[in-house]
C-alpha cells in the first residue's frame, strides 16, 4: 500500500535546517503518531518543483513499521516535488518517492495535505 498522504515541518534546530516530510497511508496531519510511515529528511536547498533529490549523505529516509520497532533508514532513493510551496495557505505540494530499503523497496505518488510553516 503506497504512503499517499503526507504532512511537512522544518526540521529541529538540532537536525540542522531543512524540512522533514512524513508520509502516511491514510489521511492525517499527525503523521508524527501514524504508523506506518515514511519520514523524509531534505536538507539540501533549495527545493524546487521537478529537481530530483538524491538520498544519501545530505538527504535521509526512513521506514518506521511499527511504534515499538525502530525505523529503517533508506539505502538509496530519490523525491521529486511536482508542485512546492512552503507556504501553509497554499496547500500545493505533491510529487513522488522511490526509496530502496533492505527489505525491498517503497514507490508512489504523495501530496501533502498539512503542509507546516518554516
Not at 491514510?26 to 523524509?40: A, H, N, Q, V
Not at 507556504?87 to 510529487?95: H, M
Amino acid at each position: 500500500m503506497p504512503y499517499s498522504h503526507g504532512m511537512m515541518n522544518c526540521l529541529k534546530e538540532n537536525e540542522g535546517p531543512g524540512l522533514r516530510v512524513v508520509l502516511t497511508q491514510d489521511k492525517t496531519c499527525k503523521g508524527r503518531e501514524s504508523y506506518p510511515r515514511l519520514e523524509i529528511d531534505i536538507r539540501e536547498q533549495p527545493i524546487l518543483a521537478h529537481k530530483t533529490i538524491i538520498i544519501g549523505p545530505d538527504n535521509g529516509a526512513f521506514r518506521c513499521l511499527s511504534q515499538n520497532e525502530s525505523c529503517e533508514q533508506a539505502l538509496s532513493g530519490k523525491v521529486t516535488f511536482d508542485h512546492f510551496s512552503q507556504d501553509a495557505a497554499v496547500n500545493e505540494t505533491d510529487g513522488s518517492y522511490d526509496l530502496q530499503f533492505r527489505g525491498g523497496s517503497e514507490r508512489g505518488r504523495f501530496a501533502i495535505e498539512c503542509p507546516g510553516n518554516c
